[in-house]
């Protein structure tokens, strides 16, 4: 990878990191009160009933990247796949109607 692409790459990957322990950090500082059922309050309230580990904030950080970019990269390459298909498929419907 060219120099500068990496610069710009760890430039967008430590934004991306800020803004997702900004919106960790806005949830945690709530009140209890506001009792939301979302990804992120579920990972922020999770204890194990045994050990009562909670997760640290590193760890919700890096379940919502997962979350978000597991879910985007599966699209992807789904798409991707479907798009090699369609393109095989028109391509033999030219090649059998040329002969």
């Not at 934004?15 to 309050?41: A, H, S």
């Amino acid at each position: 990878m060219h120099p500068f692409k990496a610069f710009q790459a760890h430039q967008q990957r430590k934004l991306l990191d800020n803004l997702v322990e900004q919106i960790i950090n806005k949830r945690k500082g709530k009140d209890d009160e506001d009792d939301k059922k979302d990804f992120l309050t579920l990972l922020l309230k999770a204890q194990d009933e045994e050990s009562k580990y909670s997760m640290s904030e590193m760890e919700v950080h890096d379940e919502i990247l997962t979350f978000l970019f597991g879910g985007f990269e599966t699209t992807t390459s789904q798409l991707c796949w479907v798009l090699y298909h369609l393109g095989e498929c028109c391509r033999m419907i030219i090649f059998s109607g040329c002969s």
